[in-house]
């Protein structure tokens, strides 16, 4: 055991001085994983901070009703009734006209406009509260309250929460197929390095062979070597991104503070760069080993 | 300690290097093959080491059968064998001590046990004093030399020698033979190839003659 460990550790001592004394070489190896690895990572980041916002953001079941101008007293008696009679709807408000006119002459400072219309453009409203926040629930009860007696327009008021939450739902599908393909690229990457070591190296892996070397022991400098880079490259992969973000985040601010929201991207924490190098590190290990397994097949 | 039973060699596009042959070495027997080149020298020193496979019959090693065995038993066959090539197979991107020294890593030796084996292995073919050299400085002889350090700094019970005085002058084999006889003194097995007789005939061991893959008389 104590031999095991002896062996790996100066066969990564070689691995490191090996990659030392090829500083340009090395870099650019890195490099090519450190970016491969980092578009994933930064658009992971950035959908991960964006669910944040969606998650804050309060989810509105609210469906407000627009009544017709033509609108009965029965049937304006009849929609109100409906909250007590659907167990769906939680409580209700009526907004006349009137009073909608004067919230929005209040609220939105366009006063002076709405004083000089001949007559109130809005119209009669009530406003429900539905007791489940769920999409389906609220789109079927959106859909019920729009074709009732009396009933102008049904809005549901938390449309356009769900619609962001449906383009972050679309953006980690993307990052899933750009994921999966980057961690492709990341194995073919280091299956190549690792094919070239493999050459220039293949008179002492046929002499080592001859000599008695089972394969373990031939691989074991290439998985060192995969090991570094995948490490490295991760770590360099978060470096990368921690930069990115802390150039563009003032701007996110900025953006962010004009729609009122406090918002910023979130730079890359402790797991995420632990999750990060372990998954770069394994994809090049599964290269490297790959590349390994094509070459020795080959030999008896 | 060596059986060739019924061996036949095919080789890929139809080439016969051994036709159905049987033979045994005995335990610390020095052994010599002759015959031209072509003749089936190195392929019966390439089965013995499972570096081919034969293509019909047993070869067996200490019992075992290395022509069926799984690939990755033949390592362990290998580390009880010394190979000594034609073309010698030293890397040049190493010093003498690392070439020699390549063995002992593979088997996991420790780094005293390791300096010492490789330094006594080096003296023993008279390359004391040469250790730190890159073997490109080395003339044909003394890489040739190298090359025997290599497969006897483990101690193998076997020692195999293809070809180990081609290219070398009269004076020069003779030291290389005698070196070899030093090591079958100690009790090790010896199988050597060699198209020139007439270095064997001063030793006065077995030799077996081989054309086209068989024994001639």
């Known amino acids: 055991m104590k031999n095991w460990f002896r062996q790996h550790w100066l066969a990564f001592k070689r691995t ?25 990572l930064a658009l992971w980041l950035v959908i991960s901070s964006l669910s944040g916002v969606a998650g804050r953001m309060p989810v509105e079941s609210q469906i407000t009703v627009f009544l017709r101008s033509s609108a009965t007293e029965g049937e304006i008696k009849a929609l109100r009734e409906l909250d007590g009679k659907d167990a769906r709807i939680a409580r209700h408000r009526f907004v006349s006209r009137d009073e909608a006119l004067k919230e929005m002459q209040q609220s939105t400072g366009m006063g002076d406009l709405l004083a000089g219309l001949p007559d109130n453009p809005l119209p009669d409203a009530i406003i429900f509260t539905a007791k489940s926040n769920q999409a389906e629930t609220l789109e079927t009860l959106q859909k019920e309250l729009a074709v009732k007696a009396g009933v102008d327009e049904a809005q549901l008021d938390s449309a356009w929460a769900r619609r962001l939450e449906r383009l972050l739902a679309l953006g980690r599908a993307v990052f899933d197929a750009i994921a999966v ?19 220039t190296r293949q008179d002492e892996i046929e002499v080592s062979k001859l000599i008695g070397a089972s394969d373990a022991f031939i691989r074991r400098p290439f998985i060192h070597f995969a090991i570094a880079q995948g490490l490295g490259g991760g770590l360099l992969a978060c470096g990368i991104v921690a930069l990115a973000l802390w150039r563009l985040n003032p701007a996110v601010r900025e953006l962010a503070t004009a729609y009122g929201q406090q918002f910023a991207l979130t730079t890359p924490g402790l797991v995420s760069i632990a999750l990060v ?7 090049c290990l599964f290269g490297a080993w790959l590349a390994v397994w094509q070459h020795l097949r080959k030999l008896l | 300690m060596i059986q060739f039973q019924q061996v036949s060699k095919r080789y890929p596009g139809g080439f016969d290097a051994l036709k159905n042959l049987s033979f045994e070495i005995q335990t610390g027997e020095l052994l010599f093959l002759a015959g031209h080149s072509g003749a089936g020298k190195s392929t019966i020193l390439k089965l013995i080491a499972g570096i081919e496979r034969p293509t019909g019959g047993a070869v067996l090693v200490n019992g075992q059968n290395v022509g069926s065995m799984r690939r990755s038993s033949i390592p362990f066959i290998r580390r009880n064998i010394g190979l000594i090539f ?10 003498v001590y690392d070439n020699v020294r390549l063995p002992l890593d593979i088997l996991g030796f420790d780094g005293q046990e ?9 003296d023993k073919v008279g390359l004391s004093g040469k250790e730190k050299l890159n073997p490109v400085t080395l003339s044909g002889g003394e890489q040739q030399r190298l090359c025997i350090a290599r497969a006897v700094v483990h101690r193998p019970a076997i020692l195999l020698a293809d070809e180990p005085t081609a290219n070398l002058d009269r004076d020069y084999a003779n030291d290389i033979l005698e070196l070899f006889r030093s090591f079958h003194q100690v009790g090790v097995t010896l199988v050597i190839s060699a198209h020139d007789e007439s270095l064997m005939a001063d030793y006065g061991r077995r030799i077996l003659r081989l054309k086209n893959g068989q024994f001639t008389a």
């Open chain 2, 86 to 95: 034609q073309d010698h197979k030293i890397l040049f991107d190493r010093s």
């Open chain 2, 114 to 122: 390791a300096r010492r084996r490789v330094l006594a292995a080096l």
């Open chain 1, 277 to 283: 190098c372990a998954a770069t590190t394994l994809l």
């Open chain 1, 181 to 199: 393909l980057l961690a492709l690229a990341l194995v073919l990457i280091t299956g190549n390095t690792i094919r070239m070591q493999i050459l």
């Open chain 1, 16 to 40: 490191l001085g090996g990659m030392l004394r090829q500083p340009l070489t090395s870099l650019l190896n890195l490099l090519v994983i450190a970016v491969a690895a980092a578009f994933p």
